[in-house]
T-cell receptor
Framework: GAGVSQSPSNKVTEKGKDVELRCDPI?????LYWYRQRLGQGLEFLIY????????KSGLPSDRFSAERTGESVSTLTIQRTQQEDSAVYLC?????????????FGPGTRLTVL | AQSVAQPEDQVNVAEGNPLTVKCTYS??????LFWYVQYPNRGLQFLLK??????LVKGSYGFEAEFNKSQTSFHLKKPSALVSDSALYFC?????????FGTGTRLQVFP
């Protein structure tokens, strides 16, 4: 596609349920990033993929969070046993390479609300 | 450790006036600096970046930013603000393998 897409755009879930968020990067982009944006706050780095491997998982808040990427394309971010503090917009970005000097292209985000 | 600061939560400016959104950074080594804009209910859009070379960087929508090494700043500027520039602006610095974002500055341009 023309840009990074994410699904669903909105997700409302009950505390304790698991959720899966999906990111489709720009075709050919080898690097993929997940960020979290809480209401009124900046972006919080979660995880970074280069190809299908994740060299940097340092931003994942807890072991309830995991992510995978297959075929150097689609990535899913899974949150198990959701908590209310997980409510945020989850943003995905991709870039042509893993060099940090290359601009990242962001998707519209998934707004997650945990009741 | 790399870090970036945006000291202003909000900047208000009248349409037609020049605008400045401030950003300071802390890095070891050469900085890679970025500005992104987030319009309501939309994802972040890349505006401009500084990697090396000319200290004045020109980007999208008439924005520019000036890299100042001695002041460790990378302020975003536009000579004449538009109401449509009203949005949330993020400064970011490139870390070893990820971007570190500031907390954002909300720009409000009044007609």
């Amino acid at each position: 596609g023309a840009g990074v897409s994410q699904s669903p755009s909105n997700k409302v879930t009950e505390k304790g349920k698991d959720v899966e968020l999906r990111c489709d990067p720009i075709s050919g982009h080898t690097a993929l990033y997940w960020y979290r944006q809480r209401l009124g706050q900046g972006l919080e780095f979660l995880i970074y993929f280069q190809g299908n491997s994740a060299p940097d998982k340092s931003g994942l808040p807890s072991d309830r969070f995991s992510a995978e990427r297959t075929g150097e394309s689609v990535s899913t971010l899974t949150i198990q046993r959701t908590q209310q503090e997980d409510s945020a917009v989850y943003l995905c970005a991709s870039s042509p390479g893993g060099l940090i000097r290359v601009a990242q292209y962001f998707g519209p985000g998934t707004r997650l609300t945990v009741l | 450790a790399q870090s970036v600061a945006q000291p202003e939560d909000q900047v208000n400016v009248a349409e037609g006036n020049p605008l400045t959104v401030k950003c300071t950074y802390s890095v070891s080594g050469n900085p890679y600096l970025f500005w992104y804009v987030q319009y309501p209910n939309r994802g972040l859009q890349f505006l401009l970046k500084y990697i090396t070379g000319d200290n004045l960087v020109k980007g999208s929508y008439g924005f520019e930013a000036e890299f100042n090494k001695s002041q460790t700043s990378f302020h975003l500027k536009k000579p004449s603000a538009l109401v449509s520039d009203s949005a949330l602006y993020f400064c970011a610095v490139g870390g070893t393998d990820k971007l570190i974002f500031g907390t954002g500055t909300r720009l409000q341009v009044f007609p």
